[in-house]
């Protein structure tokens, strides 16, 4: 298996919190972002799979606002992809 593949699957794996909407935001991402992102939007989205759940979730339902200028960005890109 290549190491491309092997990634992915591990960070599928991270994308998984027990929250299936959390599951749901960071899996579109990752299936329709990662492939074409720059190494700077990865390292982004790898700091954003490091926060609480309960952080991320006051993000994505617009409570609270990461204090990051760049997490704050992809959490507004992550809100708007289309289903």
Do not use: I, K, N, Y
Request: aromatic residues 8%; negative net charge.
């Amino acid at each position: 298996m290549s190491d491309d593949a092997t990634e992915l699957r591990r960070l599928r794996w991270r994308c998984r919190r027990g929250m299936r909407e959390l599951d749901q935001l960071l899996t579109r991402w990752l299936d329709r972002e990662w492939a074409s992102a720059s190494d700077a939007e990865r390292g982004v989205f790898l700091r954003l799979l490091d926060c609480e759940d309960d952080r991320l979730w006051r993000w994505f339902l617009g409570h609270e606002t990461p204090s990051d200028a760049e997490l704050d960005s992809l959490v507004q890109r992550l809100r708007t992809l289309p289903p």
